[in-house]
Each structure stands twice: as structure tokens, then as C-alpha cells.
């Protein structure tokens, strides 16, 4: 198990290093913000450039767990298809190949004959990744990765690491927008009960060096298994009036219905994962979405480290509902969210949406503070 947690960071560092070299390298760049208009459109790669990031770092991870923990193989998924069209007609499924060479030859197809962009990623996919950490050497659990499956997201926050904004200031702690908000999720949960297991976030972009101008990054992670809690993390105190982290598209209605319990501590950030990180880290108390915009490989990874910490994630609208038909089984706290059940009747992606929204909680007594509120929004 200790095997598995390590080389989760490990994949994540790596996958942190590839969504920073996207934008530090003029070759990677210049395709990561390249606006396709006009009759530029379809001549080159029909997928934009920011998908493929997307995309193989999403394969990095696949490929580098499921050589280690073969039993995992087939239950590693995430937010993206690896099925890439180029400008030549041709589908081109990325993948990381056996040796460097092959795999920046693949690359060069999708990225319709671009080789230098290619080699510069095959390096990145094919280098050792070293971790030097003792906190994570000493962790002595046992969990048969044989009872595990995987999400992924490889990039959370797409628009805001493609819009790339390095200097937004922070209100009290929390970055509403831009970079720091693009992380890193890989949640593990149990194959049979759905439930989150350990999660690893990585922030590719925590800290930039003033001298050099290059970002850091750093990672936190938790496991939850079985009653053993353990997490890089400390639990965040508990504060007597909660502060509650939103989407800046959340309703007016939510934020009204909120208002009374916060006062002035309504928070705004992009990022499904940011805002849970927030709550991990204890920027904020609660993470409130009404709608189900977010997805299995959005909460998984953050929810793990919620769980190792003592805190939760639910499902919004059914804990509002069994809350307000005096649910016996609401009494003792509404069910957390789980992973290995697609939504009925639904297709394509949105068979793993978080439908009815969601409370992330640092807290219990904030998760009962925050629906108490919301009893009276209607339509939840
Ligand atoms: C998105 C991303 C968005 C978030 C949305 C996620 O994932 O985190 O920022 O919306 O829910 O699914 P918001 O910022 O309003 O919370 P991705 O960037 O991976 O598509
Ligand atoms: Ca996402
Ligand atoms: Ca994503």
C-alpha cells in the first residue's frame, strides 16, 4: 500500500512536471494558447493542443501505475478519451510507448508533424521521477491494490491553466482564479463499495521563483481505509461561523441562503478541485455546488484527503431532501459520495456526474450548518 500512495505522488510530480514544461517551453506554449480561427482551423490538429496535455498526461499516470500494480490495469480511468484526430485524417490513440523514440514518433503524428514539441514531451513521459520524502517511506499500511480502481484528472481547471493568469491576489488565503487553481487529481476508491480511499492533489503551480520566474509545485496526500486515517495534512481547526468556498456561476438563490450563515466570509474560486483543496487546507469550511457539473475524477482525489482528515463529501441535493423528510438514516449524516456507481439512464460522461451537487466539509457540525441553511432554497 505504502508502495501504491508513493507511486501515486511519484505519477503526480511527473504529471505536475509536464503541465509546467507546456507552458515554459516557447515550442509547447505557442500550441497551448494558439487561437484556431478562420480557415486555420482545420488545417492543423482538429483537437486543440490543451486536450492533448490533457490527454497524455492522463496516459503518463495509466501507464506508470499499471506497470507497477498490474492487477490495477484495467481500473485506471479518467476524464479523457486517448482517441486523438490530426490534421491528416488519421486517429492516432496516445499512448506512452515502450522507449522514448517510439514514443515521441506517436507524438509527432498526433501533433501533425511537429517533432520538436513532440521530443520535448516523449523526454518529460519517459524521465525517472526521484521523491525524496520520509513521511511517505514510513507510512506501513496494507490495502490490496487488487480491491482498488482509479480516477484521474489529469488537468482540473482547464480554462484557467490555459489562460494562464500568474498573478492574481489572494483573498484571505483562497485564489479566486488563474494558475494556482489548475491541480493535479488522482483519487483511489474501493472497487466493491464505491468509497474513496486515498487521494493525492498536486498544485503544479504553488509558488513562482522571483528570480527565475519558473513555478513549484507541492503535493498533499490522504488515505482512508478501514478506520485508519492518515494524511501528509493536519485536521483544520474548527471555527465557530463557517467560511463557504463557491463557483462564481452558483445561484443566487445558494448564495442568499448562505448568506446569513457566513456573513462575510462567501468565498469565490475556479476549480472543482481548488475549491475542496481550499476546504482541505482549511481556506474554507465548505464547498457548496447545486448543480451536478462536477464529475467522479473532479471529487475523488480531494475527498479521500476530506475522509483521512475527518471530514466528508455528500451529495446536495439528497442530503437536503432526506434532511427535510426527517430521514432516520439522514440523522446520522447524509451518505458520502461514491465512485463505482455511473448514473442511471445517462450516456458519455455523464454517467459519473455528482449529480444534485455536493457539500465538501472540513467539519460535520459545518456540513449540518450549511444544509440547515439550504432547507429553504427551493428546487434543491
Ligand atoms: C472543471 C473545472 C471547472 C469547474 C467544473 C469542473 O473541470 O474544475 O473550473 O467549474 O466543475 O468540472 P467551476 O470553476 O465553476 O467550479 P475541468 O477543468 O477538468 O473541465
Ligand atoms: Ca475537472
Ligand atoms: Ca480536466
Known amino acids: 500500500m505504502a508502495g501504491l500512495l508513493k507511486s501515486l505522488v511519484s505519477v503526480s510530480e511527473k504529471a505536475a512536471h509536464i503541465a509546467r514544461l507546456c507552458r515554459q517551453e516557447d515550442a509547447l506554449f505557442h500550441l497551448l494558447v494558439a487561437e484556431k480561427t478562420g480557415a486555420d482551423k482545420n488545417e492543423r490538429f482538429v483537437q486543440d493542443f490543451k486536450t492533448l496535455a490533457d490527454v497524455l498526461i492522463q496516459e503518463v499516470i495509466r501507464h506508470d501505475v499499471g506497470k507497477e500494480f498490474p492487477e490495477l490495469r484495467d481500473h485506471i480511468c479518467g476524464e479523457e478519451s486517448n482517441e486523438f484526430g490530426n490534421g491528416l485524417g488519421e486517429t492516432v490513440a496516445v499512448r506512452v510507448c515502450a522507449t522514448q523514440g517510439d514514443t515521441a514518433a506517436l507524438l509527432c503524428r498526433v501533433l501533425d508533424r511537429n517533432r520538436e514539441a513532440a521530443e520535448l514531451l516523449a523526454a518529460a513521459v519517459h524521465q525517472d521521477v526521484a521523491l525524496a520524502d520520509a513521511e511517505l517511506d514510513a507510512v506501513a499500511l496494507s490495502i490490496p491494490a487488487e480491491d482498488l480502481a482509479i480516477w484521474i484528472d489529469p488537468i482540473d481547471s482547464t480554462n484557467e491553466y490555459i489562460r494562464g493568469c500568474e498573478d492574481v491576489a489572494p483573498v484571505e488565503g483562497i485564489y479566486p482564479s488563474g494558475l494556482r487553481s489548475a491541480l493535479v487529481l488522482i483519487g483511489a476508491y474501493d472497487r466493491h463499495t464505491g468509497c474513496p480511499v486515498l487521494g493525492v492533489i498536486n498544485e503544479p503551480f504553488f509558488r513562482r521563483d522571483p528570480l527565475t520566474r519558473r513555478w513549484h509545485g507541492r503535493y498533499h496526500w490522504g488515505v482512508s481505509y478501514r478506520g485508519a486515517r492518515l494524511s501528509s495534512l493536519s485536521p483544520p481547526p ?38 475542496m483543496l481550499c476546504v482541505i487546507l482549511g481556506l474554507a469550511d465548505a464547498y457548496v455546488l447545486s448543480e451536478g457539473s462536477t464529475f467522479a475524477w473532479d471529487a475523488c482525489a480531494p475527498h479521500a484527503i476530506l475522509r483521512a482528515l475527518g471530514g466528508g463529501a455528500v451529495a446536495l441535493a439528497g442530503a437536503v431532501r432526506g434532511r427535510r423528510e426527517g430521514d432516520a438514516a439522514a440523522a446520522a449524516g447524509p451518505p458520502q459520495l461514491l465512485y463505482n456507481r455511473p448514473a442511471e439512464g445517462a450516456a458519455g460522461a455523464q454517467r459519473w456526474a455528482n449529480r444534485g451537487g455536493l457539500v465538501a466539509y472540513a467539519h460535520p457540525q459545518h456540513l449540518e450548518a450549511v444544509l440547515a441553511a439550504l432547507a429553504a432554497v427551493p428546487g434543491l
Not at 461561523?241 to 457566513?262: D, F, H, I, K, M
Open 238 to 275: 474548527l471555527r465557530p461561523q463557517p467560511a463557504v468556498v463557491l463557483s462564481r456561476a452558483e445561484t443566487a438563490a445558494v448564495r442568499g441562503a448562505l448568506a446569513p450563515l457566513c456573513g462575510p466570509r462567501l468565498r469565490f474560486a475556479a476549480g472543482a478541485g481548488y475549491k
